[in-house]
């Protein structure tokens, strides 16, 4: 087991995050689709069918979460951020209109980056943390993310531990991801946009999860699951996403915590020291 300070003497800590993308990646991939109901109404699944119904499952469990929102996705439902801080859960910023960074120039990154903060700041919602959308960050992501003030980002895969990540505008700790914990890979269909093409069975995934869990466990690892309300909402995936809670928790060694939290304890592990960016590589 892992000595390390930020995890507070558990085996595993475990983030539970929900990407609340709504319409917000089909709107990115083109606006026309605004114009195509059954692709508006399976994404509007998401926040008005599956986030209710996961906010109820983690007050029957006991256990913390973070939900990352698009900022377009909190002004189009303007009381939805509130609703889940009022049931002690984090929102975190997941850009404005889900568009990756490395779609974007830094200027269309940085405007993008401020129009979703100046949301949550005219609806009263802290933030403190960052996903980019589609986990596209650039190079200088990380920096624009302390230039705000936040203090980690989840987007990055350089390990399976949270780290600190030194930019020109300060520290700011990462809770690093893995396409192996993100339910998009396991469950995302749709004919148009092509979003994805699986439909796994959740008894799969829930084998999957737990393994990994298992092995984190054992390496004193950062369990950061991702999941969509869009996808995980659904009935049968929500009972196999409660079944893996229920594991952990069985171990008694295994700590649930937001993002925020986890960041924080990172930031004041005397054991992580920051890392700098290496420049980007250039081939051949």
């Known amino acids: 087991m892992s000595t390390d300070s930020w995890l507070g003497g558990a085996a595993a800590v475990a983030t539970l995050t929900f990407d609340v993308d709504a319409e917000s990646p089909v709107l990115a991939a083109g606006a026309h689709y605004a114009g195509h109901l059954m692709t508006m109404s399976h994404q509007s699944y998401g926040p008005d069918v599956g986030v209710p119904r996961i906010l109820d499952m983690l007050d029957e469990l006991g256990v ?76 200088q992501t990380p920096e624009l993310v302390a230039e705000h003030g936040l203090r980690y980002d989840s987007s990055l895969m350089a390990d399976d531990r949270p780290y600190r990540i030194a930019t020109a505008r300060g520290e700011i700790a990462e809770l690093p991801v893995h396409w192996s914990l993100d339910d998009w890979e396991q469950y995302a269909f749709l ?20 393994a990994e869990l298992d092995g984190m466990r054992h390496y004193g690892c950062l369990f950061n699951l991702c999941c969509h309300p869009f996808l995980s909402g659904r009935p ?24 925020r939290d986890v960041a924080a304890a990172a930031l004041a592990d005397p054991a992580l020291t920051a890392r700098a960016l290496p420049e980007p590589p250039v081939y051949p």
């Open 64 to 139: 913390p979460a973070t939900f990352f929102v698009p900022g377009w996705v909190a002004r189009h439902r303007p009381g939805l951020a509130a609703s889940i801080v009022e049931r002690g859960h984090e929102v975190a910023h997941h850009s404005y209109a889900h568009r990756a960074p490395t779609s974007m120039s830094d200027q269309e990154e940085r405007d993008d980056f401020a129009r979703a903060m100046d949301v949550f700041a005219a609806q009263g919602i802290e933030i403190q943390g960052h996903r980019a959308a589609l986990w596209g960050a650039r190079w």
């Open 236 to 259: 049968g995936r929500l009972l196999a996403l409660r079944r893996l809670v229920e594991h952990a928790l069985e171990y008694g060694d295994v700590t649930f915590l937001r993002c």
């Open 191 to 210: 004919p148009e946009p092509a979003i994805g093409t699986v439909i796994e069975s959740p008894a799969k995934v829930l084998e999957l999860w737990c």
